[in-house]
């Protein structure tokens, strides 16, 4: 059984930091990419970042240098550096896993709950 499972959200003033966590079981974990995404109240879920089995990184535009994803594969988990936080990244932030280089994710957490206060 695959699980993804995200920690370290929670509650953080703007311009905070926030270092989230995403515990991957079941499936090889260095065969495949992962991703960050969020959702906002309201909002579609949107595209975070990216790192590839080989360690490509990729990042939305809105991320300016915030954000900062890695991986480590002895361990199974992918990360997510967030840093200067502003009130618009409040959102349940979501992992998600990708065997092929492209398409779609087949795998996905449960999400974890970072609100940022103004």
């Known amino acids: 059984q695959v699980q993804l499972v995200e920690s370290g959200g929670g509650l953080v003033q703007t311009g905070g930091s926030l270092r989230l966590s995403c515990a991957v079981s079941?499936?090889?974990?260095?065969?495949?990419?992962m991703a960050w995404f969020r959702q906002a109240p309201g909002k579609d879920r949107e595209f975070i970042a990216l790192i590839m089995r080989g360690g490509t990184t990729n990042y939305a535009v809105f991320v300016e240098g915030r954000f900062s994803i890695s991986r480590d594969n002895a361990k199974n988990t992918v990360y997510l550096q967030m840093n200067s936080l502003k009130p618009e990244d409040t959102a349940v932030y979501y992992c998600?896993?990708?065997?092929?280089?492209?398409?779609?994710?087949?795998?996905w957490g449960q999400g974890t709950q970072v609100t940022v206060s103004s």
């Open positions: 079941g499936l090889t974990f260095s065969r495949y990419g």
């Open positions: 998600a896993a990708r065997l092929g280089l492209s398409g779609s994710f087949q795998y």
